[in-house]
């Protein structure tokens, strides 16, 4: 399984990025995949994940409403959309896939199977 992570950058607050995901070797019929993000000095946290077949997605408190989680199923690519970022979301983003995840656990890092190199996103003026 192999998961490229693309489009990070330096935007200034209130700013827009997108990122991508792309994926390849893995079952997309079945599982989650998600986004997480990693700030110096700090643990792994949660962004957003999606169920791969169906519509489910679920977002940290601390980005809803700002970020959006998409898919598209034909070019087995997943999406960050990042609107009205604040310094407070630079970190590294790292997607995520895994095969066994269940809802109530969409949100542990642990449950994940393969993560990408990470893109990194740095909010400053």
Do not use: H
């Not at 997309?28 to 791969?52: D, H």
């Not at 700002?66 to 034909?74: E, K, L, V, Y």
């Amino acid at each position: 399984v192999q998961l490229q992570a693309s489009g990070g950058g330096l935007v200034q607050p209130g700013a827009s990025l997108k990122l991508s995901c792309a994926a390849s070797g893995w079952s997309f019929r079945s599982g989650f995949m998600g986004w997480f993000r990693q700030a110096p000095g700090k643990e792994r946290e949660f962004v957003a994940a999606l169920k791969w077949s169906g519509s489910s997605t679920f977002y940290a408190n601390s980005v809803k409403g700002r970020f959006t989680i998409s898919r598209d199923n034909a070019k087995n690519t997943m999406y960050l959309q990042l609107d009205r970022l604040k310094p407070e979301d630079t970190a590294v983003y790292y997607c995520a896939a895994g095969s066994r995840i269940i809802n109530s656990n969409a949100r542990n890092p642990e449950a994940y199977d393969y993560y990408g190199q990470g893109t990194q996103v740095t909010v400053s003026s």
